[in-house]
C-alpha cells in the first residue's frame, strides 16, 4: 500500500545563514548606523531590536529578503506585537513554525478527506501526518491539491513509498 508523509520543517542552517547575512548588512548599511539595531537567533526565535518603529520595518525587510535568497520559506517566520524597550527604542520577536501542531493536523486530515479520493486515508503521528492509498495516482493528486491549497505553513512530501 503506497504512503507519503507529510512534514512541516525547517532547515535551521539556512535560517542561522540568513540571520547571519541579515545581521552582517545591518552593520554596514548607512541608514542603520546609530539605531543599535540588531537581529539575533535563538533556538527557535529571533529577536529584532531598533531605535523606532520604522527602523524595525526595515530590518523585517532586510531579513525577509536574506529567507528569500536561502529558499527559506516566509511561513515558518510567525511574527510577535511590537513592544516598547529602554531608551525609547524597541523590539519584536518572531517564532520559527516548526512541525504541524494538533489544530494544522485535523485541517489537514478534513482537507485530504475532503478530496473525495478513493481509498486515502490519513493519520497524525506526531508532528507529521501520514497519508496512505490503494493507487500511487490518487496520492500524487492528493499531494498534487495539498501544494496548491495554503494552510499557512511550509509542507514537503517525503517518504513516498510503493
Known sequence: MPTFDVVSEVDMQEVRNAVDQAAREVS??????????????GDDEI?????SEDRLAALRVVL???FAKRKVSMKVLDYGTVEPASGGSVRQTVKLQAGINADKARELNKF???????????STQGEQLRVSGKKRDDLQAAIAALREQDFGIPLQFNNFRD
Open 28 to 41: 554596514q548599511r548607512f541608514d542603520f548606523k546609530g539605531t543599535d539595531s540588531s537581529v539575533e537567533l
Open 64 to 66: 525577509e529578503e536574506k
Open 112 to 122: 485530504i478527506k475532503g478530496l473525495g479520493l478513493k481509498g486515502v486515508q490519513s
Open 47 to 51: 529577536k529584532l531590536a531598533s531605535s
